[in-house]
C-alpha cells in the first residue's frame, strides 16, 4: 500500500474516532490557528488536533491545553492546562474562515473569531 493511501486512512480514522467527520468545519481547522481577537488588539490562539486535544496560547502568551468534542454545529473546549473550572465552553465555528464571526468569550466579552492558515507561531 502506498505510504499516502496509509496516511489518508490513518487520517480518516483518527477524524471518525473524533466525532470530526460529522463536521467538516472541523477538520478544516487542523493545521490552522483558531484566533480570537478581542477589541483590544489582543489575541487567543488555538491549534485542534485529530486526536481530539487542543493546544493554545491565552492573550497574555501563556501556554494552554485540553480537550475538544463537538455538540450538533458547535465546537466544545474543556481546559485541562493550566486546570480551570470542569465546563466546557461550545462555540459555532465562522462558516466563512476568512471573514470570521464575531461573538462572545466565555465571559461575555466581544471577540472576533477567525480561521488563519496555517500554525505560524505556537509560542507567541
Known amino acids: 500500500m502506498n505510504r499516502k493511501l496509509v496516511t489518508l486512512a490513518a487520517l480518516t480514522l483518527a477524524l471518525a474516532a473524533t466525532g470530526a467527520?460529522?463536521?467538516?468545519?472541523?477538520?478544516?481547522?487542523?493545521?490552522?490557528?483558531?484566533?480570537?481577537?478581542y477589541s483590544d488588539g489582543r489575541s487567543?490562539?488555538?491549534?485542534?488536533?485529530?486526536?481530539?486535544?487542543?493546544?493554545?496560547?491565552?492573550r497574555r502568551g501563556h501556554p494552554l491545553a485540553g480537550k475538544w468534542s463537538t455538540k450538533g454545529e458547535k465546537v466544545?473546549?474543556?481546559?485541562?492546562?493550566?486546570?480551570?473550572?470542569?465546563?466546557?465552553?461550545?462555540?459555532?465555528l465562522p462558516e466563512n474562515p476568512e471573514t470570521g464571526v464575531f461573538t462572545k468569550d466565555?465571559?461575555?466579552?466581544?471577540?472576533?473569531?477567525?480561521?488563519?492558515?496555517?500554525?505560524?507561531d505556537q509560542k507567541g
Open 21 to 37: 467527520r460529522a463536521d467538516p468545519k472541523v477538520a478544516a481547522t487542523f493545521g490552522n490557528t483558531v484566533e480570537s481577537v
Open 44 to 58: 487567543q490562539k488555538i491549534w485542534m488536533h485529530p486526536d481530539g486535544t487542543w493546544t493554545g496560547l491565552s
Open 76 to 92: 466544545c473546549l474543556r481546559q485541562s492546562s493550566p486546570p480551570t473550572l470542569p465546563i466546557s465552553f461550545c462555540q459555532a
Open 106 to 120: 466565555l465571559g461575555g466579552a466581544p471577540i472576533h473569531l477567525i480561521i488563519v492558515k496555517g500554525m505560524p
